[in-house]
């Protein structure tokens, strides 16, 4: 299975916090993502965002429809998040758009086998992959982009 975490785009400061719009960079660094996804995502990529504008945003970038998880929404848990999920086994490619602190701890929690306070930046794509070896489900991380990093889209 394909587990791929988002942190939602830059969102301008304001209240309440699940109301927060992108900013004009937040809308590019959407764009950036979704283009490269676009080009080298795993197929049949099912959508996840969290309840908050921020991350329906982000996850509109893609030009197709997200499906709202609550267990994303800010202050969740990494573990009912998880628990959300058909990792390791399930058949489709699942993309979470989320928050932090919750998608550096499940992050930690499958790489490194405990909940850690690990940091994503905002916009950054962090996508893992499970195998079966040896009797053992094990996670992989398979690649990180940064939106600074990529090309920007031409319009």
């Given at each position: 299975m394909d587990l791929l975490f988002w942190r939602h785009a830059e969102?301008?400061?304001?209240?309440?916090?699940?109301?927060?719009?992108?900013?004009?960079?937040?809308?590019?660094?959407?764009?950036?993502?979704?283009?490269?996804?676009?080009?080298?995502?795993?197929?049949?990529?099912?959508?996840?965002?969290?309840?908050?504008?921020?991350?329906?945003?982000?996850?509109?970038?893609?030009?197709?429809?997200?499906?709202?998880?609550p267990s994303l929404a800010p202050g969740g848990d990494a573990a009912d998040l998880l628990a959300a999920t058909p990792w390791p086994a399930g058949p489709a490619a699942w993309l979470l758009v989320g928050h932090q602190p919750m998608l550096g701890r499940l992050a930690a929690l499958l790489l490194g086998g405990e909940e850690a306070d690990w940091s994503f930046r905002?916009?950054?794509?962090?996508?893992?992959?499970?195998?079966?070896?040896?009797?053992?489900?094990?996670?992989?991380?398979y690649t990180v982009q940064e939106p600074g990093l990529l090309p920007r889209p031409s319009a």
């Open positions: 969102a301008a400061a304001g209240e309440p916090d699940a109301e927060r719009a992108l900013t004009a960079k937040g809308r590019r660094q959407a764009r950036q993502v979704a283009h490269w996804l676009a080009g080298h995502g795993p197929p049949g990529l099912e959508v996840f965002a969290s309840p908050t504008l921020r991350t329906r945003q982000t996850a509109a970038a893609l030009e197709r429809s997200a499906r709202i998880l905002k916009g950054a794509l962090w996508w893992l992959r499970s195998r079966h070896r040896d009797g053992i489900w094990q996670a992989q991380l």
